[in-house]
């Protein structure tokens, strides 16, 4: 079948068209170098990506599903399919079951997770996976220790050694990398807790826990946050108010699923964060919540 040249005309017309914007979008992304910190909405769990100053990529736990890759398909460059650090908090499948399928789509070069392992078929997978992947950098983070990325800083503030060997079946030292130990009190109490500090800009990131362990740490530091990933969704079992108020966040972000069974979150979190006057964000009500970092400023900019 013979085409006219007007139609023709037209294809070229919608090729170069599509060339020159995927062109404009790469040199737009290669020329932007604020700092994006993307809260995933995945549903009834976390998931967190961090492209520092548009060069190194972190992700935070990974959800329960494989939203997380949606996620970074929309905000992380597509021509970049390395991660430079993973940071699993602990291990519940809300929190892990993303990174099975990410290991299979992304290099990661360091995984920080806790030494604590969980019975179930879903984490034993991505535990054979990770020990398995000779490339992969795994590290067990304890309180104290502080990691660079460009110019930015992570601090971890939880677990502590002592925590983990008193609160596992603990034997030391570790030789094996599949040497992971078995908890002997709540998973949510192992979870990782790190400041990401740009500048001036402090987020905390907080997993899923407990209220005893955020009022140990605010009897050891009096710190306040521009950014704090509300602990376990919102759940009363998370925040503890007077952690809250020492940190006062400028910006809260609750990470939840839309009508989830278990009430996330719960009303008396959100009183107390009402209390403070702190901008409540929620996943459930607006999606994935996107800030910026440009010259030392956090802004929810769109876009540009």
């Excluded at 009834?44 to 996620?71: F, H, M, S």
Aim: hydrophobic letters at 35%; aromatic letters at 12%; a neutral charge.
């Amino acid at each position: 079948m013979n085409h006219s040249p007007v139609s023709k005309g037209l294809f070229f017309v919608s090729i170069f068209l599509a060339v020159g914007i995927v062109t404009g979008l790469f040199i737009q992304s290669i020329f932007d170098t604020r700092t994006k910190i993307v809260f995933c909405d995945v549903g009834q769990g976390d998931g967190a990506y961090i492209r520092v100053q548009n060069r190194y990529d972190i992700v935070i736990d990974a959800g329960p599903n494989t939203k997380i890759l949606e996620c970074l398909g929309k905000y992380m460059p597509f021509y970049d399919r390395t991660i430079e650090m993973a940071f699993l908090s602990h291990p519940q499948k809300d929190h892990f079951y993303g990174f099975i399928p990410m290991l299979d789509r992304y290099t990661i070069t360091t995984f920080m997770l806790n030494p604590i392992s969980n019975d179930s078929k879903s984490f034993q997978e991505l535990k054979s996976k990770l020990t398995k992947n000779s490339s992969l950098h795994i590290v067990n983070p304890y309180a104290g220790a502080t990691y660079t990325l460009g110019s930015s800083h992570i601090e971890i503030h939880w677990p502590t050694r002592q925590f983990i060997a008193e609160n596992s079946l603990f034997s030391s030292p570790r030789k094996e990398r599949n040497n992971f130990y078995t908890a002997t009190s709540d998973l949510n109490a192992f979870s990782l807790i790190f400041a990401y500090q740009e500048g001036k800009i402090d987020v905390l990131f907080t997993g899923d826990t407990t209220p005893e362990t955020l009022f140990a740490l605010s009897q050891k530091a009096n710190h306040r946050y521009d950014i704090l990933k509300v602990p376990h969704h919102g759940s009363k079992n998370g925040l503890n108010s007077t952690f809250l108020s020492l940190a006062e966040p400028t910006w809260s972000v609750i990470s939840v699923g839309k009508n989830n069974s278990y009430g996330h979150p719960h009303q008396e979190v959100l009183d107390m964060l009402k209390a403070i006057k702190t901008n409540i964000l929620r996943t459930d009500e607006i999606g994935d919540v996107v800030f910026y970092i440009e010259n030392g400023k956090l802004t929810r900019e769109p876009e540009y």
